[in-house]
């Protein structure tokens, strides 16, 4: 566990096929720990498709995973959850009706101890202090977390997502464009968060459309076209317009 | 939004995700509290008003409703109304409907009936016949309400079209059980459990009502049951990636909903020591009612068991209070209706003035 180097998630020859779309056509790639990789691509090149399958709500039509060593088939996403793989979902998965603290704990609520909790009674006091706690070291202000989930603003619940998925026990973090509705400033805090995450030796996978961004944040770019990954880069390396390229074919039809 | 701030001074602030409409907590002046107080509770507030109103006015017009015959007879619908309503809620907090609840009713008041009527005609131990009946009809509201969730999760079929095909299917079940005929004959224990009168002004059915309502108004707020049921009314696919087994959920909501629908099949029963198939009609929609008067939205996620209970107040308020005042029936049924879109106009206006609440 301690090595930084090894890898945490390995995927072989994945494809997923709906019907006659052929949504994933044989994926090839690994994530180290600590690693933050950015995984771009035009839409519809496959990456959609690819976070479901790897936060397990849906399963590929062939191909390996292997994650923290072991082979693995995501079933579905309470399993890849139990397994540590946390996701940011684009839509930011939240209950909007219920207050922040319970969308922290959602599926994982935490229960009383003794008699009252057999009955199925909350540690709601618990739970909101722990709340207050995880906002209070990710920085991130929200007011109270007994507030309804609805009342924060567009920014605000895209932190409360993040946080999350970054905030409890998790081994690979998914990110579906984290920032999309982000100003500049919140999206340099989810940065920050990244990197946090990143320092645990915890991977990121982080899907975004802003290449300056995953130019800054990622140790590595990934580039997905028509279902594939056709590209490894270095960010640090490649400009912005190189990565672009990639994403459109052009690069790759350079090449051939 | 950043851009008057300046970053070398205040690195903490900018370096938060903190945006102008953060939601404060109530200030800490007594009058900030006295606000944030308001703000949780000024839904029933309004609505305790309003049932002020109405009492008050039909007690102007009409002084005999202010009495305690009349308190009976409106306990004895409100509280077969509000049962039906508390079941109503938590399905209507998970974003379905049941509109099976007053057949189900109805239909488990006349098997345990049947079961009442043989065991009392061969000579059965009475407490024996009675604690039989109610198993019998509890029994059935549980069946009722497995079958509507299983079919509505596996199936997937929407909550409308299952819950309107048990009402149906219940509805000529107990049309075959009982011969479409009122079940009579039954132990006439049972009309000392539903009509004797307590301490002056309580009855069982009235006492059985408040205890469930309190029963049902902490599993609600206080459970995990609860607050998943706010979560899956909320957003169902968010709680079924966070984990939670929706189906085998709204299953047990849908049981829920049939338990109290047995429940009050039974204290129906008491009322006339007879089960009449024609007892159920329109209970389902009151029961609706009841529960969007509350503050229950019917996409799902918002309602409160405090809430239901007034909205079957107000209801049957008006209905016994309009008897009483000597107003025709029919305009009974029009005032429920006015007042049902009423109610959720004004919340909606209230919730518009007064800002997401927390």
New interface residues.
């Given amino acids: 566990m301690s090595d930084p180097d090894r890898v945490v998630l390995k995927v072989e020859g994945v494809t997923k096929h709906y019907g006659h779309v052929q949504a994933l056509r044989g994926v090839d790639f690994e994530i180290r720990a600590g690693e933050v990789v950015g995984l771009v691509g035009d839409n519809g090149a496959g990456k959609s498709t690819l976070v479901s399958v790897l936060?397990g709500?849906a399963a590929p039509t062939a191909g390996r995973i292997t994650f923290e060593g072991e082979d693995v088939s995501l079933s579905d996403?309470?399993h890849a959850?139990?397994l540590g793989i946390e996701?940011v979902?684009q839509?930011?998965?939240?209950?909007?009706?219920?207050?922040i603290w319970?969308n922290l704990f959602?599926?994982?609520?935490r229960?009383a101890r003794g008699l009252w909790g057999l009955?199925?009674?909350?540690d709601?006091r618990g739970m909101i202090r722990e709340a207050e706690e995880e906002l209070k070291t990710t920085?991130?202000?929200?007011?109270?977390v007994?507030?309804?989930t609805?009342?924060?603003?567009g920014?605000?619940r895209q932190?409360i997502a993040v946080a999350r998925a970054v905030s409890r026990g998790s081994r690979f973090v998914l990110m579906d464009e984290p920032t999309a509705a982000l100003?500049?400033?919140?999206q340099?805090?989810v940065g920050?968060l990244v990197q946090s995450v990143a320092e645990r030796n915890v991977p990121v996978l982080l899907i975004s459309h802003n290449l300056p961004q995953v130019r800054e944040l990622c140790d590595r770019v990934l580039v997905m076209y028509r279902g594939r990954i056709v590209a490894d880069l270095d960010p640090k390396v490649e400009s912005v317009e190189t990565i672009i390229g990639w994403i459109t074919g052009s690069a790759l039809e350079g090449q051939l | 939004m950043s851009a008057t701030r300046q970053p070398s001074l205040q690195p903490q602030e900018t370096t938060s995700i903190d945006t102008p409409d953060a939601p404060r907590e109530g200030g800490r002046s007594i009058l900030g509290r006295i606000g944030s107080i308001l703000g949780k509770w000024d839904g029933d507030v309004a609505r305790i008003l309003i049932l002020l109103v109405i009492v008050v006015v039909i007690g102007i017009v009409a002084p005999s409703f202010l009495s305690m015959a009349s308190w009976l007879a409106l306990s004895q619908t409100t509280t077969l109304v509000a049962l039906l309503a508390l079941g109503q809620t938590f399905v209507i907090v998970t974003g379905g409907i049941d509109l099976s609840v007053g057949a189900v009713m109805a239909c488990s008041a006349v098997v345990g009936a049947v079961v009442m009527r043989g065991m009392y005609a061969s000579g059965s131990d009475m407490t024996i016949t009675v604690l039989a009946g109610l198993a019998t009809m509890l029994v059935v509201g549980l069946v009722a309400g497995l079958v509507n969730g299983l079919v509505i999760t596996k199936l997937k079929i929407t909550p409308f079209i299952v819950t309107l095909g048990m009402l149906s299917v219940a509805t000529g079940a107990m049309n075959l059980i009982s011969g479409g005929a009122e079940v009579v004959g039954l132990p006439p224990v049972l009309g000392t459990i539903g009509n004797q009168v307590i301490g002056g002004w309580l009855t069982v059915p009235v006492i059985v009502t408040i205890v469930l309502a309190v029963v049902a108004a902490i599993v609600l707020t206080r459970t995990r049951f609860g607050l998943r049921s706010f979560a899956i009314g909320s957003n169902s696919g968010a709680a079924r990636r966070a984990g939670i087994n929706v189906d085998r959920h709204l299953i047990r909501i849908y049981m829920l909903s049939g338990l109290f629908a047995g429940i009050a099949g039974f204290l129906l029963t008491t009322r006339f020591v007879s089960a009449s198939p024609m007892a159920a009609q329109g209970m389902e929609l009151l029961s609706i009612a009841a529960a969007v008067i509350g503050g229950a939205s019917l996409s799902g996620g918002r309602g409160s068991v405090l809430g239901t209970i007034i909205g079957a107040l107000i209801m049957s308020s008006l209905q016994i209070g309009l008897i009483i005042a000597g107003v025709q029936s029919f305009w009974q049924t029009i005032a429920i209706g006015i007042i049902t879109v009423a109610a959720v106009f004004g919340d909606q206006l209230r919730i518009k003035f007064a800002g997401e609440r927390p």
């Fill in positions: 936060s709500a996403p309470s959850r139990d996701t979902y839509d930011l998965a939240l209950a909007l009706d219920i207050p319970a959602l599926g994982r609520e229960r009955l199925g009674f909350l709601r920085r991130i202000r929200i007011g109270s007994r507030a309804r609805s009342a924060l603003s920014g605000q932190a100003g500049v400033e919140q340099h805090r920050e």
